[in-house]
Nanobody, 127 residues
Framework: QLQLVESGGGLVQPGGSLRLSCAAS????????IGWFRQAPGKEREGVSC????????TYADSVKGRFTSSRDNAKNTVYLQMNSLKPEDTAIYYC????????????????????WGQGTQVTVSS
């Protein structure tokens, strides 16, 4: 059973940075894409980025392109989301999620594809 644990959330001022981590355990020999999602109060959960099992390609939502960077350390079974130039509208609970893929360079931010989820970490951007 694949388990995901997020960390690194917190309170940051606008323009600041945070790095989220997603530690995974229970991987099999299959390929897994890892995605980051977020959910703000009163809004639906939206895809932020995804990274394939091979570490590329990486997909980003238009709202975070140029500010967020996802990376993957397969030796540590950890995926990171570096978030720069944070804005108040980035405030949300951030979740990492995973799904099994048939090839190592596949990923998607379509929420329905994901069947493993972490518990989430709160990110608050406020002065």
């Amino acid at each position: 059973q694949l388990q995901l644990v997020e960390s690194g959330g917190g309170l940051v001022q606008p323009g600041g940075s945070l790095r989220l981590s997603c530690a995974a355990s229970g991987f099999t020999r299959d390929y897994y894409a890892i995605g980051w999602f977020r959910q703000a109060p009163g809004k639906e959960r939206e895809g932020v980025s995804c990274i394939s099992s091979s570490g590329g390609p990486i997909t980003y939502a238009d709202s975070v392109k140029g500010r967020f960077t996802s990376s993957r350390d397969n030796a540590k079974n950890t995926v990171y989301l570096q978030m720069n130039s944070l804005k108040p509208e980035d405030t949300a609970i951030y979740y990492c999620a995973a799904y099994r893929t048939t090839v190592k360079f596949m990923c998607s931010t379509t929420r329905a594809r994901y069947n493993y989820w972490g518990q989430g970490t709160q990110v608050t951007v406020s002065s």
